[in-house]
């Protein structure tokens, strides 16, 4: 661990990984195996990312590693002569658009400049707002399923809701910590067989995971709601209960449960700020309104030392978080000269476009996002805080969007505030963009340096020359 | 085709203070905006009401600004922001609570004096401390501080709500305001102007340039070769934090301003370049700028390392030649004003009046003949083909 966080102020290598979830430690390996010379960065503790990320000694005594598999891909990276930089934060990019610039966990400035660059940033959960969601006991299914990984007991009844496959495994999890899980609620009908369903049985071994997760919500006695979201969490101090109505009729109220813990999130989205600053072209999916880079099917960005692999690409899932690093590991292999076994790659590419297919075919389950969000946000209450670091309600952003003779993103976070706070619009990026729709000027929440905040002794740090101008 | 007394080519905040000025005395009023309105100089600018005198000349500045005959728009200027809330109706979180200019260097004491005398003669009431006296009043000041002024005036207004509640007060008295409305032409017809746009064109006997970093784009629409430069400068943004730092703190031999905002952040500027200009889409902040700007800022101001750094910005402004304001008619163009230049933020109450005075024939509050826009003019055709019509600049005052 110490010669993970001893860093020199400057480092160079043939190539830079960003991000040591199941995308970037893929990567790394295969291009350490092949001899390259490799750093690989991530902002947390420990390599692993959100899939594979590792548990703390405690956590180990107590709950053992949920994912063994993950510390077996972490010792193999190490062991292939990965550099392996925990703990460092990259939070920018210098001025010649190339090298990057992270901060130590000690707060020291460290630049870092390699031939390729390799963002395996993840994604961030997709959350849209929705009164209450900012009492004590709300959070988003990703945190509620690391906090059960780890043993913690995040509450003692419990709704699951929002949209995706996700909600289902989660629920699973807080069974096993003891938490009452009162009911799931998703807010499509991907549960009824239906066309888009059956085309799913091509994958049996996919749709048996999720069978399985349904199987055990069954036995638990948790109620699965379709065509269901949340209207409101209630509560003085922390979340007391929840009222969940249609999505389709949001008049009609399916239940209200008495709760002490609510994890709402639709799925996630891609963390494509690092890419953009790297100067790679975005372009707006249209199924998710995510802003995604432009990439090959190998994850080459516009920018061609720059590759974009894992759900940073777009969000598919761990298995093919792992194949987009190997992909392009081997793509920046064969274009530096080590031709890699072509084979290999034909045999990747397969596997990646039969991934690929899975992935269309889950996403046609759900409800697009793209759809979805506008939709929840439309009708959202007036006073419902849409931004919970500065404190702007949804009125406030409307009334911003709807200036006469028209607004953009960046207008509406001006005029209001929305999105300037510590998060800077990480929460409250989709539903600005949806409560803004359409219109001329620009719809998207711009990447923004630093991507966390920054200490500014290491900013100081970096100044060459102290006390000279520039 | 529609007709206006006055058509405003702008929705900054000179644009929006000129359109209130104008729709008050009675004028129909149209302000076109080709983006969203407040999105450029004003809508990224520091917002730093600069009372006391500025520092004349700043690394990489080619030509010192005169900073004594600043003065009295300044003076003029701090009166009217005092009143500018409740003449708008408006929370623009305006904070008159003063300021500092520090020296380190004897050569900045010097200026330092020399400013002073200024400020005396022009009946602006400063303060001379010494490095001591200035850390006694402001301790959070660190140890290479060896002088500073102190003004009671200095301030700040938050940019984001300045030039919104000037268009909504203009547009209570009916001023009409089209935003994403490029102007596209400007063509006279007899005693009037034919305004085009992509939505439409609009005849006016009054044309108000106003747009910042394009005024010379718009002048050359009317056949004007107007002698300014587009500059892109940033800004550097903290966490938020406990109310520390009441007043504003700027540097007399360096571009530096600091003060902390009305929701809790430190803002840190002082006219670094930024790391691109793009005046189509954002201009980038850039990582020189941020540790220059830092590194100064931690060294006047020693908590500030303790703080995390939220976001950096970048947005462009116009520069003179001369480093000095533009305001006035433009000569040889029967109605068409024009109003930029340094400090207009600082200026903009100002600057929105001495227009609408002009317009209607009246006098000024000051004699602004020094700004007048004839200094940057050439009339079309016999522009000195040696002279750059654009002059290139590292930094710019703010
Ligand atoms: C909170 C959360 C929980 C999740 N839980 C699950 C789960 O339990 N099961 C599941 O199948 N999927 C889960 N996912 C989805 C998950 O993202 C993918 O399955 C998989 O982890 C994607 O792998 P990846 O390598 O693309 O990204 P990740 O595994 O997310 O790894 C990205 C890594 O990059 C780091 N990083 C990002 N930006 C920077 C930066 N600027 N500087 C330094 N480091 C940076 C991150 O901290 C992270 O460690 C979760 C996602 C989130 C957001
Ligand atoms: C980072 C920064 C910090 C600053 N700090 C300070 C400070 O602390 N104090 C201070 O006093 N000054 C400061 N300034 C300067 C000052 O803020 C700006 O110069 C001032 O706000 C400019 O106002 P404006 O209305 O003239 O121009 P802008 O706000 O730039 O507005 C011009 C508008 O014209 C529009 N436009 C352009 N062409 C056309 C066209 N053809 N048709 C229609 N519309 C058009 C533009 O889109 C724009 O919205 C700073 C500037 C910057 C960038």
Redesign the interface.
């Known amino acids: 661990m110490s010669a993970d966080t001893a860093a020199p102020a400057a480092l160079t290598a043939d190539a830079a990984v960003v991000g040591a979830g199941p995308a970037g430690l893929a990567a790394a390996l295969e291009l350490a195996r092949a001899g390259l010379d490799v750093l690989l960065l991530d902002e947390q503790a420990e390599p692993g990312g959100q899939y594979y990320r590792r548990p703390g000694p405690e956590v180990l005594d107590a709950v053992g590693d949920h994912r063994p598999e993950g510390g077996r891909l972490v010792a193999r990276v190490r062991a292939a002569g990965v550099r392996v930089l925990s703990g460092h934060t990259v939070w ?1 990019v ?2 010649d658009r190339r090298t990057l ?1 992270a901060a130590s966990p000690g707060g020291a400035a460290v630049r870092v400049r390699a031939r390729w660059v390799v963002a395996a940033t993840g994604a961030y959960e997709r959350s849209v707002p929705f009164p209450g969601w900012q009492l004590p006991g709300v959070v988003t299914p990703g945190l509620a399923q690391h906090m059960s990984a780890e043993g913690v007991r995040l509450g003692r009844r419990a709704v699951v809701a929002g949209s995706g496959p996700f909600l289902l495994p989660v629920a699973c999890a807080l069974l096993e910590r003891g938490v009452r899980v009162v009911a799931v609620a998703e807010a499509g009908r991907p549960y009824t067989p239906g066309p888009a369903s059956l085309g799913a049985l091509r994958f049996p071994a996919r749709l048996a995971e999720l069978a399985s997760y349904a199987a055990r919500l069954a036995r638990h006695g948790v109620r699965v709601h379709q065509d269901t979201v949340v209207a409101r969490a209630h509560g003085a101090d922390r979340v007391e209960a929840v009222t969940l109505t249609r999505f389709s009729d949001p008049e009609r109220v399916v239940a209200r449960h008495g709760v002490d813990l609510l994890c709402v999130g639709y799925g996630f989205r891609p963390q494509a700020d690092l890419p953009r600053l790297l100067g790679c072209a975005v372009d707006r999916d249209p199924a998710t309104g995510d802003t995604v880079p432009r990439l090959t099917p190998t994850g080459r960005s516009s920018v061609p030392h720059v590759y974009v692999v894992g759900e940073a690409a777009g969000a598919a899932g761990a298995p093919t978080a792992l194949a987009r690093g190997r992909a392009a590991a081997l793509d920046i292999l064969a274009s530096s000269g080590r031709a890699p076994d072509r084979g290999e790659r034909r045999r990747l590419a397969v596997h990646l476009a039969s991934l690929a297919g899975f992935t269309r075919l889950t996403a046609a389950l759900y409800p697009a996002p793209a759809e979805l969000v506008p939709a929840l946000a439309r009708r959202l209450p007036g006073p419902t805080l849409v931004c919970r670091c ?1 404190c702007v309600t949804a009125d406030a952003v409307r009334a911003a969007a709807a ?6 993103v ?2 509406v976070k ?2 209001t ?1 929305a999105g ?3 998060c ?1 619009a990480r929460e409250c990026g989709p539903a600005l963009e949806a409560l803004r729709a359409g219109g ?2 620009t719809g998207t929440v ?1 990447a ?3 991507l966390r ?5 290491a ?2 740090e ?3 020359t ?5 | 085709m529609n007709a206006y007394d006055a058509v405003i080519v702008g929705a900054g905040v000179l644009g929006a203070a000129t359109a209130l000025e104008l729709a008050e005395a009675g004028l129909s009023v149209l302000v076109l ?1 080709r ?5 450029e100089g004003s ?1 990224t600018t520091a917002g730093n009401l600069h009372i006391q005198a500025v520092h004349t000349r700043r ?2 500045q080619a030509v010192p600004l005169d900073s004594e005959a600043l003065l009295p728009a300044q003076k003029a200027a701090d009166g009217l922001w005092a009143l500018a809330e409740e003449r708008l109706d408006a929370d623009l979180e305006v904070r008159r609570n003063g300021g500092f200019m520090v020296a380190e260097t004897a050569e900045q004491r010097r200026e330092l004096r020399t400013k002073h005398v200024w400020e005396r003669r022009a009946g602006l009431r400063t303060e001379l401390l010494d490095g001591d006296a200035a850390r006694d009043a402001l301790p959070l000041l660190g140890p290479t501080v060896t002088a500073a002024t102190w003004c009671p005036h200095d301030g700040y207004a938050n940019p ?1 709500k300045a030039a ?1 509640a000037y268009l909504a007060a203009a ?1 209570r008295l009916g001023a009409r ?5 490029p102007v596209t032409g400007l063509e006279r017809r007899g005693p009037a102007w034919r305004v085009r746009t992509p939505r439409g064109r609009h005849d006016t006997p009054v044309v108000v340039n106003t747009a910042g970093p394009w005024i010379s784009d718009v002048s050359a629409l009317a056949g004007v070769d107007m002698r300014m430069s587009p500059v892109a400068i940033q800004m550097h943004v ?3 934090e406990r109310p520390v730092l009441h007043h504003l703190v700027q540097h007399i031999g ?1 571009g530096m301003s600091v003060k902390q905002v009305t ?1 809790g952040n430190l803002l840190l500027g002082g006219g ?1 370049p930024a ?1 691109r200009m793009d005046l189509d889409g ?1 201009s980038s ?8 700007n ?3 800022a ?2 006047i101001l020693p908590f ?10 970048a947005g462009p402004l116009a520069a003179t030649p001369d480093e000095m304001p533009v305001i006035g008619p433009v000569p040889g163009r029967e109605g068409l004003y024009v109003a930029g230049g340094t400090y207009a933020f600082t200026f903009a109450p100002l600057w929105g009046e001495t227009l609408a005075r002009m317009i209607r024939g009246e006098r000024p509050r000051i004699d602004v003949s020094a700004f007048a826009p004839d200094r940057l003019t050439a009339p079309a055709g016999d522009a000195d083909p040696a002279a750059p019509a654009h002059t290139e600049k590292g930094t710019a005052p703010c």
Do not use: K
């Open positions: 920018g210098d001025d610039l500065e200036a006469e003779g028209g607004s953009d960046p207008a001006g005029g505030r300037m706070g510590l800077q001329p000027g711009p923004r340096v630093p905040p920054l200490p500014l002794a900013v100081l970096l100044a060459d102290p006390g000279e101008d520039v | 905006e983006g969203a309105p407040n999105r809508g690394p990489g984001l919104p547009r305001v089209e935003a994403f409305t903290t966490v938020r360096e929701a670094w790391r954002r902040a850039g990582v020189a700028g941020l540790t220059g830092v590194a100064q931690v060294r500030l390392a303790r703080l995390r750094l939220l976001r950096m910005w």
